[in-house]
């Protein structure tokens, strides 16, 4: 068990990791963990406060000054969708701090949250604002302008989220997948910008302000894959925003008994939201831009040598990478039927200037369902009863902006249903072939094109703010997806497998790009048709090398994290 004064003085601590800790003699700690062991006493220390027992010994104030850090006022707090759940626990814990002295609780309906409305509490201040509406937005900044005036907002709690179940075993409601994104991570960019003015003016007084995300390792696949964004935004806005004093840290709030989480959930809401509130109070600067416990390097994750394949299908295959790729599969003995789609097959001039028995093409515009399902109609009629053994889901597209930038929900929306939603809505409709091909050869394989911009892991080693903050939360939650499919098609022999390409010289990469295209393509077709049932759910550069792979952790949830 982790020492009692250690706890009480690093208390950045995971509230799913705590209670399986404690459980297991060891407590678990938020973002950044390393491992520390003391005889029998097994815990992790976070980065956050950089230091541990043994630092004490050698700096003795450690523990004084992070108290001190705590005490400092806190004058105003804004939680989202405190009406119910986690945000109505935090509104409650936080308001146990002496310290604070304006928490201003939003929900979409104020009269129709009884318990909030019951607090009694002089600093609570209870706003109206619906996430999903800008005008509703901008009126509770306004609102909460007006009471803070220069101070500003110190720290921004955005806990809002829904949980739209998403079957992707079953047809899918594109209007129901994309709503997970708007309300669980486009809403929340939304509501985060709008606060920006109120955050700088809280920096400038306090010397730095905060937003803390409520993300999620936990869920169906809809909740999961808007966590997925969350985080991926979490980290470049933390870049984007550095300058102005603004720290940006996502925090796991553990599976709790709520609406959401159901009464299965470990944690109560006391439990995890006690947690929170000292978490929250105790982020300093190394925090910012974290999110989780950091994934172990997983070095044997490399693909072998080549397997036989007999049909597969690439999206957006008449320009780019796509292109590159459909060039040199049909140049692959090893395959006999080379599928490229492409939404005006006439204007496709590359593609039909590719001259081999082995190639058809096929029209898929992969942001229309209709569009989809004629082309997989289309394809049963090539494939037969062998069915499709790949899909390369490639077609993607690249939209511009910070997160600092003024931006539209439109904007955002359409990177994500370009390049998350429709890479669902084309794999759900193609599963009845997979699973032909699958019982035919004994697998099939979804492989999604994804790009490192999309990484959890190396979003921190990105020291320049690149315009990418848009396409780089929709490829973190198309990795989300690889994994979830990897998960639970596993039964049905269906793979599913993530690539970086590279930064390659095409109209999105532009010229100023490291690799040209052969020198991507190449040995990313070579590499697809080599995986195995290793490299199910890992993710890979167009060379073959590992880019940081899930590794499931003793003890904890069934399902492994991802990169």
Request: net charge neutral; proline share 4%; hydrophobic share 40%.
């Amino acid at each position: 068990m982790l020492p009692r004064r250690l706890e009480q003085e690093c208390l950045l601590f995971d509230p799913t990791l705590r209670k399986a800790g404690d459980r297991a003699g060891g407590a678990g700690l938020l973002t950044g963990a390393s491992g520390c062991e003391r005889g029998e006493a097994r815990y992790r220390m976070c980065s956050v406060c950089q230091w541990c027992e043994n630092d004490r010994a050698t700096d003795p104030t450690a523990a004084r000054r992070l108290r001190e850090q705590s005490s400092t006022m806190v004058k105003s707090i804004v939680v989202t969708g405190a009406n119910r759940g986690i945000g109505l626990g935090l509104v409650k814990e936080l308001l146990k701090n002496d310290q604070i002295g304006k928490l201003f609780a939003t929900t979409r309906n104020p009269s129709k949250s009884p318990e909030l409305q019951s607090i009694s509490d002089p600093r609570l201040v209870i706003v109206e604002m619906d996430a999903d509406s800008n005008s509703s937005i901008g009126k509770a900044v306004e609102q909460i302008g007006k009471v803070v005036g220069s101070s500003g907002v110190d720290i921004l709690i955005n806990n809002a989220g829904v949980l739209y179940p998403v079957d992707i075993n079953a047809p899918i409601n594109r209007k129901e997948a994309s709503k997970n994104f708007d309300v669980n991570c486009v809403a929340t960019m939304a509501v985060t910008f709008a606060f920006k003015e109120l955050l700088k003016a809280g920096a400038k007084k306090a010397g730095h302000s905060q937003v803390v995300n409520i993300s999620s390792v936990l869920g169906s696949i809809s909740l999961t894959w808007g966590a997925a964004g969350l985080n991926m935004y979490t980290k470049t806005l933390a870049m984007d925003w550095k300058a102005d004093g603004i720290r940006v840290t996502a925090i796991n709030p553990g599976w709790v008994k709520t609406d959401m989480g159901t009464e299965a959930g470990e944690l109560t809401v006391e439990e995890s939201t006690s947690n929170i509130s000292r978490t929250i109070f105790k982020l300093g600067e190394q925090s910012n831009g974290l999110e989780r416990t950091s994934i172990p390097f997983n070095p044997s994750c490399q693909p072998p040598s080549s397997t036989t394949m007999v049909s597969i299908l690439v999206t957006g295959a008449n320009r780019g990478i796509g292109l590159g790729l459909v060039r040199q599969l049909v140049q692959e003995p090893s395959v006999s039927i080379v599928i490229a789609t492409a939404r005006n097959i006439d204007s496709a001039t590359d593609l039909k200037a590719i001259i081999s028995p082995k190639l058809h093409l096929v029209q898929l515009e992969v942001v229309n369902d209709e569009s989809i399902a004629k082309a997989a109609a289309t394809v049963a009629g090539i494939v037969g009863e062998n069915g499709l053994d790949f899909l390369v889901n490639n077609a993607g597209i690249f939209n511009k902006g910070k997160l600092s930038d003024d931006f539209s929900r439109a904007h955002v929306m359409e990177q994500l249903e370009v390049n998350t939603v429709a890479p669902l809505m084309i794999t759900n409709k193609f599963r009845g072939l997979l699973k032909k091909a699958a019982v035919k050869h004994g697998k099939a394989q979804v492989a999604n094109i994804s790009s490192t911009l999309g990484s959890l892991e190396f979003a921190p080693q990105m020291d320049t703010p690149f315009p990418t903050g848009f396409y780089s939360i929709s490829k973190a939650a198309l990795n989300m997806l690889t994994r979830k499919l990897s998960l639970e098609w596993k039964d049905d022999k269906i793979r599913a497998t993530s690539f970086c390409p590279g930064w390659v010289k095409t109209d999105m990469g532009t010229d100023a790009a490291a690799l040209t295209l052969e020198e991507s393509t190449v040995p990313l077709a070579k590499l697809i048709l080599s995986l195995t049932e290793e490299q199910n759910g890992l993710y890979f550069r167009y060379n073959g090398e590992t880019i940081p792979c899930a590794q499931q952790k003793e003890g904890s949830i069934k399902e492994p994290e991802y990169c």
